[in-house]
């Protein structure tokens, strides 16, 4: 059982205790059905626990003193051959010897996964509403942030790693030997240099390719994740001019041509929708507006609206929608409530 070091997810310290613990119960001393079974029981209760289980038995056959000293062919720690508990006690005559050894082979293991997991760099960056941001990366990246967005980038010695709120634009510096992933709402991005929006709306996620290739697939879980190479049945190609739109668990809609123009204007302080849900135009209406508009129905959320404004002009806007569409607003303290007219 191996795992990809871009896919590892971080799995919480005390279960990872755990998990070398059993690792060595296995390997050093007399295991009976008993422990066999609390074991098994152990590993099945929690995908975390296969995680950290895997992630130690593939640490432990990496130690060069460990397979010297225990002497096992198979490298297979879950099969529980006695072979290498009774090698053990022909080596250690005392129970205290092999705890000892035992110790300190967890105690490297523990450090060799805290120090795999170690980011280079970690950094957030986060703008305001209206605010719009050029931000270059550690590794030569250059991302520009949407209003009212979020991104935590972290740089590992094998992938770039970022979790996305909002919106934002990226020209990824490329790096054969470093994945760059970008995790929003349940889709993630793969890529390893080229340039392409990731939009968060209400209830979907787009992707829009300006050059290169980018993979989109639900964000992998965490049995998925230990399994070298496997596919994900809902992941799709993208190469330069293709967009695609996800849901927010990460199912993936039909590949269609964008019009790079009115989908990346807000680069350049406008908004540009063709026949977009009114939800999705609202929501990016509110990255630059304090106070907030709602949408009071489910059939006016859904109502296609062909519109263009400047980001400082969102009144006008809105003026020019309840105009043109039949619908009426009402304004409160809490916000703009958009509703149709009786």
Known sequence: MTIKSEYRKAVPEDIREEARSWLTLFHCEETNEGDQRL????LNSSEMHAIAFAEAERLWNELPFASEVLKDPTGNV???????????????????????????ILVVIGITLISQRSAVSTKVYQTAIAEIKDVM????????LNADSRLEVSIFDKSREVKLRGGAFFDVARDEGRLFRVAVAGTEVRVLGTAFEVWEGPRTVRVSVTRGKVQVTEEPNEMASIREGEVNPSSVMLT???????????????IQSFDSESTLAWR????????APLEDIVAD???YRKKKIYITDAALAAMRITTAFKVDQTDKMLAGVMASHALMIEEKKSGIYIQPKN
Do not use: C, P
């Not at 990366?137 to 520009?144: E, H, N, W």
């Not at 330069?240 to 039909?254: D, F």
């Not at 350049?268 to 026949?275: F, S």
């Open 240 to 254: 330069a001019g293709n967009q695609v739109v996800t849901s927010l668990n990460g199912q993936a809609g039909k």
């Open 137 to 144: 990366l550690a590794d030569g990246t250059k991302v520009t």
């Open 78 to 104: 879950v099969s529980l051959k006695r072979s290498n508990a009774n090698a053990v006690s022909s080596f250690f005559n005392r129970r205290g010897a092999m705890a000892a050894i035992a110790a300190s």
């Open 268 to 275: 350049k302080g406008h908004l540009i929708y063709i026949d």
């Open 39 to 42: 074991f098994s029981e152990w």
């Open 285 to 287: 209406v509110n990255r």
